[in-house]
């Protein structure tokens, strides 16, 4: 079983940046894929990045080049650093882990959920 609790969320003005961290439970955070998932009011979870256990990183096309995640095994940790934010960037923010190294876009491919952090970014 794994706990993940995320920090980090807040209030923005556009153009700011925010640092989110999920601090994972667990003795076998190195093993798993990680990955960051963001829910607007009405709309779906959608995927915004990930990290495999190896250390490679995906982006959706929305958050390239602004957001870069990253992790450290030992503090048993995973971090989305995000510049440049958007009033489209205003979301709960959600941690996921997925035993076995490989990340995934789909939400569904994660065994394990964070309660989520809101980010809020005002124009």
């Known amino acids: 079983q794994v706990q993940l609790v995320e920090s980090g969320g807040g209030l923005v003005q556009a153009g700011g940046s925010l640092r989110l961290s999920c601090a994972a439970s667990g003795r076998t955070f190195s093993g798993y894929a990680m990955g960051w998932f963001r829910q607007a009011p009405g709309k779906e979870r959608e995927f915004v990045a990930a990290i495999s256990s190896g250390g490679s990183t995906g982006y959706a096309d929305s958050v390239k080049g602004r957001f870069t995640i990253s992790r450290d095994n030992a503090k048993n940790t995973m971090y989305l650093q995000m510049n440049s934010l958007k009033p489209a960037d205003t979301a709960g923010y959600y941690c996921?882990?997925?035993?076995?190294?490989?990340?995934?876009?789909?939400?569904?491919?994660?065994?394990?959920w964070g309660q989520g952090t809101q980010v809020t970014v005002s124009s």
């Open positions: 996921a882990a997925r035993r076995g190294g490989l990340w995934y876009h789909q939400k569904t491919s994660y065994d394990y």
